[in-house]
């Protein structure tokens, strides 16, 4: 694991078949460490989530469990996604505990609906820091920029574009994201620019 921002920590995984990584991250905070779309992590890893301690797993979507249960068996968090994405995740083996629900707090971040790639997608926004998770809604891909996933992939892809644009609402500054690179400064005129795109 890596610092990426002060007090959050990024560990990724290559995705051979998406040529860019998928990253985990750990959210260290005073009312409970929290760990958001954690990929599979090296033994290491694993250690160190343990010793570090984790009271909730939070999964952005229903393609992100990744190894939530991994690190739930290992460090007895409580796993939460949103409530429409739960009976697939389920249906992937997830063990979920606790819902999450747009508007909610999880401790410092504010719970922010972005479906559309699946009806139960969401950000999670850090108004005090500036700084934004998205899971599938956007990716960092290539470095520096923002993008979408293939409209393949999409449930109401409509729908997902409207919802980006209302993230343009939030503060942020820096864009972590769980697929592709970050963008530590300058995010939300990235995505900006990305919406820009869409008429086109």
């Known amino acids: 694991m890596q610092e990426i921002v002060s007090g959050i920590d990024m560990w ?4 051979a078949r998406h040529g ?19 990929v599979e992590p090296d033994a290491a890893t694993l250690d160190a989530l343990a010793q570090a301690g984790v009271a909730r797993i939070l999964v952005t979507n229903r393609n992100h469990v990744r190894a939530a249960n991994a690190v739930r068996a290992r460090t007895g968090a ?13 249906s992937q083996g997830a063990e979920v505990d606790d819902a999450l629900a747009p508007d909610g707090r999880v401790g410092p971040l504010v719970v922010i609906g972005v479906p559309g790639k699946s009806p139960g997608e969401v950000a999670l926004h850090w108004p005090e820091r500036r700084l934004l998770f998205v899971g599938d809604a956007v990716i960092g891909n290539p470095p520096g920029k923002c993008a979408l996933l293939p ?3 999409m449930d109401n892809p409509a729908q997902l574009r409207a919802s980006i ?23 939300k005129e990235q995505l900006r620019k990305l919406i820009g795109s869409f008429g086109s």
């Open 78 to 90: 409580r796993t939460a996604i949103h409530p429409d994405d739960a009976a697939y995740a389920r």
């Open 165 to 187: 644009g209302r993230l343009l609402d939030l503060d942020f500054d820096t864009l972590l994201v769980g697929d592709g690179v970050p963008i530590l400064s300058g995010a």
């Open 12 to 15: 990724p995984w290559f995705s």
């Open 20 to 38: 860019y990584n998928f990253n985990g991250y750990l959210l260290r905070h005073a009312d409970g460490n929290l760990c958001i779309d954690p």
């Open 151 to 153: 409209e393949k992939v």
